[in-house]
Structures are given as structure tokens and as C-alpha cells.
């Protein structure tokens, strides 16, 4: 991918090379640190936007916390994760590294999706060449330091914290029941803190600047910038960084995407394929954890895709609902059977089969799976699918029911 | 500190897939039944209990891809290789259809043994599929 004039903070932050930061955080203490995680107002990065100091504090005076680093991003039209392991490894290692001191944690995973070979083979490549400092940091920082990588074996679900620590265990990596949250009792019933990539490459940034300056971009709730995965029907799709509650979606879609190459815009997925999709009349909004929410839809993991008018509405919902009928872990039944009913139906509509109370049925499926889900794969599968029904009802209703 | 995805990778990368009596090892290492390992191993898309092709190709379907035409790229190599999800009569080709491979700014995209090729149209694509069946046949 080319490295893109956006990425300004991950591409100048990156190559230091002496852990600078690290040895700040050190200096600093744990404590002053938390502190600074606090005022900086950091948000995790992988779906969810749950304040990082906020989770930490859960864990933050137990013995023997486990810290995972989630990277098995698998979320349809995200790619951020696997630039940062690619292009700022240094990045997500000082991170870990801080993240492991500050949290007392001896036992740290990275679990890195097993198609990202190249993404394993960068971080890899950056372990070696730190060699010296990383033993300097397991003989003076954090004695017992052990850093795992793991690969995955190739299923969405295990992005899902708890799924991804029975994966660990070498359990069926189906999700758990919450709560217990990891935070209190994860891996081996050990309190566990999972953060994502990006969330973690942030705390160099953090422990550098202070968390007054970090906390100065963006706004209330979306304190930083943000990596924004752009594809789909747009003439420029990438990676950019932006910073949040300052530039509109629109603007990303038009000025940095430089918009639609062959037609009229469509619709556009905010955050991938877990969340409600935008019509060209909502996109004068602000990109950012709160203004998303209000909108009825989230940025999830900052993956916009753009639809043109070439993009029938049915073909898209057909495609979301494969994806969750597919990747659902099966343990609660709604999300099993739901999706699979949703699938169904919506390819009975495809084939001229259909009848108009199916978009209804499928609008009470996806409302059960939410309603009864386990994980925030149930309750966010029918997001994509309703949003579509409710805004391009003609597609579906058209010449096929 | 070694798990269960560690060993399954382990005997995977050896065998290209993982044979029974490997199964029954590690289910025995893990203090699980043979039929739980099993469980587990299905579960994940990436693990094999039977030799496939040399060549894994995978098809990225998922929306951004889907957005950028990948079905027309699918369709073809499925007609220039005459399968659907499967495996190749000479054993050279194994065809997946995956979800999303986290390339979704330059798709559609397809993998072969993990290498990736980005930006495909059906003709790229059958090119270079080719080029692997040239390098399957001097390796014959
Ligand atoms: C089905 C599913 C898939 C998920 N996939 C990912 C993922 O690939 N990467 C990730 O960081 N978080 C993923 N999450 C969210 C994680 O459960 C967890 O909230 C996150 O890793 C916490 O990190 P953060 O606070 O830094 O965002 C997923 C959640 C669900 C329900
Ligand atoms: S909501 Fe779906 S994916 Fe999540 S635990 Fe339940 S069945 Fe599994
Ligand atoms: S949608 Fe095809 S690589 Fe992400």
C-alpha cells in the first residue's frame, strides 16, 4: 500500500527506534502514567470505543494481569490493524511493551489473524531488531516478560475478546457469556486486558505528548485521531488518518476519497459491515464515536465503504447476511438460526420468490438475534441488513417480490 | 508457552494438512477427546483434515470486493479451472471463496498460498493462475 501523506502521526512517530517512550513511561511510574492515560481521554480502537483507562482500572492492583493485543481483525473493509503490524510495528511494540509495565503484565499474547503473513513476518522482523532493548526491558522494566505471538486459524468470531481467550485456551473458540468481563476474570480466569492495535500503537503517542496535548484532538468521547479504512466506489480508497469530530464523513468520502469514480453515490457503511449504513442525505456528519451513535449508526472500526448507484441494495444486504450466517459460533440460537433465516429469505427475494411481509420478518429476526446475542456479533448482524430495507425498500421491493 | 493453534500450525506447515494420528497426539498433549480436538479444528476455516491442492487460491466475497466486481473474478477462475470450492482433479488447485482479507482498498483480491494479488479483473487473474500452472507442471 502507499504510504499516504494522511498517516502523519503513525509514519512520524514510528521509526525512533530507541524506545523513548518506553523509557519515559518508566520514569514516569505506573501510576503517573495511568494518570496520563486518563487525562488523554483514549477510546479502544476495535469497535467498541470503551475508554482504555476506564477497562484498565478494572485489573489495575491485581497480581497477574494478562494483556492481549487483538489483532485479528477480520471486520469487512478493515485493513488499519495490518498497516500498523506492516509499516509501524515499532509503534505497536514500544506500545505493548508501556502497556505491559504500566498493567504489571508478564504474560502478553499478540493474536495476529493467520492471513496477515506479511503483517507476522514485519512484527517479527522488528522483534529482532530490538533485540538488545527488549532484553534490557526483561532485566530492568518487567522481569518474567514473555511476549507471545500467536496466529489465528481463520475465524471472524475469534476477534470477539472472549472468543479470542478460549482460542488461547485451545478451547471452541465461541464467545462467553459477559459477565464476568475479561478485565475481572479472563485466560485461565486471570484478570485479562485485550485492546486492539490501534489502541495500544496510541499509548507512545500518549506517554510523548502528555494526554492534555493527545486530548486536545478531537472531541468529548473521540479524544485522538483516527485510522479511517477507505474502499469500495471511491477514487482514491486508502488508509487515513483523521482526526476525530473535525471532518465530516463526506468530506473524507469527496476531498480525501475524491468520491465516486463512475456514478452517483449510493450509500456508505460508516465502521464495516456490523453497522447501520448512511444515505448520501447523512453524510454531513461529523466522524466520531458520539456523532455516529446519534445517527443511529457507529464507526465501529473506522471502516467506510462507499456504495455507487451501480450497487443494488439486495445484492449488498445478500452479501452481509452471508458474511454473519457464515461466521456466527453458534451458541445462542437466534444468532445461529436467525441469520441463517435472514440468508434465506433475503435469497428467496433475490430469485422473484419473495413476498413483501419477509422484509418484516426479517426486520423481527434481526431484532431477536440483537436482543438475545451472546456477542456483539448477534447484536449488531442485522445492522447492515435492516438499515438497507428501511432506506432502499425499492430494491427490494421492486421487480423481485 | 505454547497453544493449541501453535501445534495445529505446526503439523499443518509439515503436512499441508493435519493427519489423524497428529489429531490423536495432540488431543492426547491437550487432555481432550479426539472428537473435541475435532470440533475445535472445524471450527476454523484455515486447518485441513485431508491433503488439498498445492496451490490454495482464495477469492475474497466480502462487501468491498463484492463493491469492485470480484464476482465477475471468481466466476472465471472457477470456469478456467472447472471448480467450485474444491479441489482440482491433478491436485494442483484448491479454490476458496473467503471473507475479507484486510485488503480492502486495492480488491478485488485473491490469495495463493498466501501470497497476495491485488487489483485483479478476470484476465490478471487467469494470468496469473497460469503462470502457477506452468510452475506445477516443470515441478511434475
Ligand atoms: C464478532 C466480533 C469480532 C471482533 N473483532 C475484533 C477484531 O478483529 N479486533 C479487535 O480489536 N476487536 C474486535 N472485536 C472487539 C473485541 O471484542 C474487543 O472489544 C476489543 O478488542 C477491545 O479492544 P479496544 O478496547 O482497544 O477496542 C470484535 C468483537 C466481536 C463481537
Ligand atoms: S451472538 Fe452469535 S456469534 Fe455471538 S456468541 Fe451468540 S451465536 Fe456466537
Ligand atoms: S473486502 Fe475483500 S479484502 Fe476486504
Redesign the interface.
Known sequence: ?PEHKYLKKFIEASPSGDFANLRKAVEYGRDKCLNELEISGLVGRGGAGFSTAAKWKFAWNSPDVVLICNGD???????K??YILENGAFLLLEGLLISAFMLNSS?VYLYI??????ALEAFHKCLDDNLDLIVWYCEQVNPGF?L?V???????VCGDETSLIN????????SRIKPPYPAEKGLRGLPTIVNNVETLSNLPLIIRDGGEKFSSMGVEGSRGSKLI?????VEK???YEIEMGKITLEEIIYTLGGGCPNGKLKFV?PGG?STAVLAPDGLKIAVDYGSLRKAGTSLGTG?V?V?DES?DAL??AC??A??FM??T?GICFPCKEGNRQIDHLLNLIRQGKGQESYLKLIQDVALTASCAARCGLGQSCGNMVTSLIDKFRTDFVGAKL | ?E????K??KVQDEFGFLPESEIVRIANE?G?TKS?LF???T?????YLQPVGKFVIRIC????C???SAADVRQKVEEHLEIRNGSSKDGLFRLETV?????????PIM?IN?K?YDKLNPEKAIEIITSYQHKGEENA
Open positions: 500500500m481483525e477480520g471486520e469487512p473493509g478493515s485493513f490493524d495490518r504474560e489473524r493467520d492471513e496477515y503473513k506479511d514473555e507471545k500467536v496466529c489465528g486459524g481463520g475465524a471472524y482460542s488461547l485456551e485451545g478451547k471452541r473458540p465461541h479504512c477507505l474502499s469500495g466506489n480508497p486508502g488508509l457503511i459491515t471502516a465503504i456504495a450497487v445484492d449488498a452479501n452481509a452471508d458474511f457464515s461466521e459460533c | 508457552m497453544v493449541l493453534l501453535d495445529l500450525h491437550q481432550i473435541e470440533g475445535i479444528i471450527f476454523y476455516s484455515r486447518f466475497k466480502s462487501l468491498s463484492g463493491i469492485n471473507e475479507c482479507l484486510g485488503h480492502c482498498g486495492e480488491g490469495t498466501d497476495i
